[in-house]
């Protein structure tokens, strides 16, 4: 490895963690909080998405992996049934694969408007996850009758749904304004 190929590699490990970081703290700043975990965070994904899109896929993995061991950290919620593959279910589907899909923003780096495109895929691949696991583990807080898919879809989409929202129109704005932030040169104005 030469020098210059050591720092960019520096400089992508710097980046990619600063962008965690910001995810992380932006995740605190919540709309509304679901009682069985869930909640609206209205700009937290962006910077995540921000780390496939200017580094690529494997950077983007990497970012939501770790992003994914925060989330544990800051609130976990144990499955309601206690058992080992519960638990092994909800670390799996709730944190380590929602969150590490939010990686394959990297399929659209140096597109244009890469992050209009990336926010709809990760984030439903996201909400898929969660929508999965309301199926399989959280289906005992479904009301009475009520078709477990259907409180999964109801529960999950409720804020997955805006979070999508926020982020598609914070995405569009920013490829448009803030090119740059994407590794993209900026367009000339027309005149």
Request: hydrophobic share 50%; net charge positive.
């Amino acid at each position: 490895m030469n020098k210059t190929e050591s720092q960019k590699n520096i400089r992508e490990l710097v980046e990619s963690a600063l962008l965690v970081a910001v995810g992380f703290v932006l995740s605190y700043i919540t709309l509304f909080k679901l009682p069985q975990g869930g909640s609206v965070t209205p700009l937290s994904m962006i910077p995540l998405l921000m780390i496939g899109l200017r580094h690529g896929l494997k950077w983007g993995l990497g970012g939501g992996l770790i992003y994914a061991f925060l989330q544990m950290l800051q609130q976990f919620w144990p499955p309601p049934s206690g058992t080992l593959v519960a638990y092994i279910s909800v670390v799996m589907l709730d944190y380590i694969f929602a969150f590490t899909l939010l990686g394959l923003s990297g399929i659209f780096r140096g597109r244009r408007y890469g992050m209009v495109y990336a926010v709809p895929l990760c984030l439903f691949l996201r909400f898929l996850c969660h929508f999965i696991s309301g199926i399989v583990i959280w289906g005992t807080y479904a009301p009475e009758g009520a078709p477990v898919w259907l409180y999964s879809l109801t529960y999950n989409g409720s804020y997955m749904g805006l979070e999508i929202i926020f982020s598609i129109i914070v995405g569009a704005v920013l490829c448009k304004t803030a090119p740059i932030l994407f590794n993209m040169k900026p367009q000339p104005h027309k005149t």
